[in-house]
Nanobody
Framework: QVQLVESGGGLVQPGGSLRLSCAAS????????MGWYRQAPGKERELVAT????????YYVDSVKGRFTISRDNAKNTVYLQMNSLKPEDTAVYYC????????WGQGTQVTVSS
């Protein structure tokens, strides 16, 4: 069955870094664009970054540009989100999404940025 499993979240101080991973199985990962989304308490889920199936086309929401990097390894069926210079406002549950129709979602991983 289709699975997207996020990992790498945790508690980090402001200015710190985390690397999220999303391991995919049960579908042909390499043909789909992938995205990272986040949802903070009391807020709607928002798009953070996307990457095309071949990795050539990448998009970031303005609030993370220059701090976050999305990448993928199609040989490992995994998409990554490197997060640097983290801020308290980055605190959220982070989800990965595969651009299938209907889309596939992971279960999320908590990222907490706090001193």
């Amino acid at each position: 069955q289709v699975q997207l499993v996020e990992s790498g979240g945790g508690l980090v101080q402001p200015g710190g870094s985390l690397r999220l991973s999303c391991a995919a199985s049960g579908f042909t990962f390499s043909i789909f664009g992938m995205g990272w989304y986040r949802q903070a308490p009391g807020k709607e889920r928002e798009l953070v970054a996307t990457i095309s199936s071949d990795g050539r086309f990448i998009y970031y929401v303005d609030s993370v540009k220059g701090r976050f990097t999305i990448s993928r390894d199609n040989a490992k069926n995994t998409v990554y989100l490197q997060m640097n210079s983290l801020k308290p406002e980055d605190t959220a549950v982070y989800y990965c999404k595969a651009g299938a129709y209907p889309p596939y979602w992971g279960q999320g991983t908590q990222v907490t940025v706090s001193s």
